[in-house]
């Protein structure tokens, strides 16, 4: 399951693209909803799973997760 179906469920609306073959356009958060689910532990922990079987750099890893924990201080 990819994490923005387990973390945010359903869009809140969608955009129209400019591309003939994209008839049901881009789907579209609000951002408090993202960095709500963000800041969940339980999305960092599958974060960094998803980050190692893609193979992600790992200064690309360190600044998404210090960004979460930057959420959870917030909130």
């Known amino acids: 399951m ?12 969608r955009d129209s693209v400019n591309h003939w073959a994209n008839f049901s356009g881009k789907k579209v958060y609000l951002v408090a909803r993202v960095e709500s689910a963000e ?3 339980e999305f960092e922990a599958d974060f960094i799973i998803s980050a190692q079987r ?5 200064d690309y890893v360190d600044v998404v997760i210090a960004r979460c924990k930057g959420f959870r201080q917030r909130i």
Do not use: T, W, Y
């Not at 990819?2 to 609306?13: A, C, P, Q, S, V």
């Not at 893609?54 to 790992?58: C, K, S």
């Open 2 to 13: 990819k994490l923005i179906d387990k973390f945010l469920g359903d869009e809140d609306r």
């Open 54 to 58: 893609r193979n992600l750099p790992r």
């Open 39 to 41: 800041a969940m532990p």
